[in-house]
């Protein structure tokens, strides 16, 4: 078990989602993984998405995805995890 989150995520479902375009082409997906009605967070999981499935995602649906991690930052007292590799599945 620790193996897999040490290497990538699988099957991770929220309901929090929300897609950017990338200002020099692409879209990215950020996860927010904390409960509803959580006053203040910040996006929890990023991964970029080919542009065929950044228009068929909306703000808050829920999604199953896996991936690789590539990266992990600390950002304002959380962590970002940045996946490659990323599969999407929407619910």
Excluded at 27 to 37: I, K
Aim: with cysteine.
């Amino acid at each position: 078990m620790a193996e897999s989150l040490v290497w990538g995520v699988k099957n991770r479902v929220s309901a929090a989602i929300q897609i950017h375009k990338k200002f020099f082409g692409g879209y990215e997906v950020y996860v927010d993984m904390d409960r509803p009605g959580t006053e203040w967070s910040v996006s929890d999981v990023t991964f970029d998405i080919p542009e065929y499935l950044a228009l068929q995602l909306t703000k808050g649906q829920l999604i199953s995805f896996h991936g690789t991690i590539d990266s992990v930052h600390r950002f304002l007292g959380s962590c970002q995890v940045i996946l490659k590799d990323v599969s999407v599945l929407p619910q």
